[in-house]
């Protein structure tokens, strides 16, 4: 998503088909499957379909196949909100101060809340961790997205890091491709591609959860990515932890070939043709907005059986 009046000069600018190429459209608009005839036939995948169905097979049977409606949760405005704050801040160059990308931060915020509360106005429906109350984790996760744009900014000012301009003036911030893995069509989005002062690229995700995530399934399909888009190779990622303030040590993403990335996906593609959706529980469950009608752990798990979905 580019802010107004910030269209990339990219787009237009890059083949029209090819391996890899810049698009308006993001990951969550990747996740479009058609089930015809018993058969699914796939549009495209993205990373966070891979990750998805790695982490529970029922979870995303629910989500995307039996389009089961999933609980809100004041975290994903929080998430979005940052993402857009900082994404703006980058693209204008940095010329603004926190209070203007924080003042952007509360804009998505409330866009995306009213947007919660219209498809779920009952409050005790929403996820929330432990014991805390709805109306309280919304208050604090407002009050900790404003602390990680600010947090952002402080690091990024300080860092030796910028964003890689592959075209001139074009911060690469939310760089979305398109990237054709022997056959299968991937299309996502990159937070950001960093370059450093000796001129190495280094892909980063921003993750304001509290979780870091394991393994580098993402990094490594958009060091790919990049490698298509612009001919070098990001060899490293991170990930930029806002709860910290800082970015995780680099990851080395030198030994998750593009035939190893191919062939995740490729499997992936196959189970999900074939409609395999093992449910998979484990800490997981605590977040899942799907749970509700899950099979193992829900209690209306007969509402999106999977006799009802996947067995017609
Ligand atoms: S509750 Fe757990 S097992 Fe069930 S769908 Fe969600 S993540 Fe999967």
Known sequence: ?????????????????????????????????SHKGGTTEALHRSVSQLTGFARCGEAYRLERVAKAPAAPAAWFAQGTAVHEAVERWERTHRVHGTAQAQAWFTEVWEREL??????????????CPGRTKPETDIANRYQRGLDQVAGYIEHALASKLRPFEWLPGEPASEVEFRLDLDGVLVIGSIDLIMIAPDGRLL?????????LPIGPIQLAVYRHAVIDLTGQ?????DWYMAKNNKPTDPVDLRP???????????MMDRAERDQVYLPNPGDHCTTCGVRRFCSVMGTDRSFFGPSFATRK
């Open 203 to 211: 892909v980063r995700d921003i993750k304001t959860g509290n979780k």
């Open 233 to 237: 190779d990001p060899e490293w990622g």
């Open 1 to 33: 998503m580019f802010p107004p009046g910030t269209t990339p000069l990219w787009r237009g600018l890059l083949p029209a088909t090819g391996t890899a190429r810049l698009e308006n459209s993001t990951e969550e608009t990747s996740g479009k499957a």
């Open 114 to 127: 009213a947007e919660a509360r219209a498809r779920e106005p009952d409050l005790t429906q929403w996820l």
């Open 256 to 266: 998750y070939t593009r035939d190893m990335v191919s062939e995740w996906f490729a």
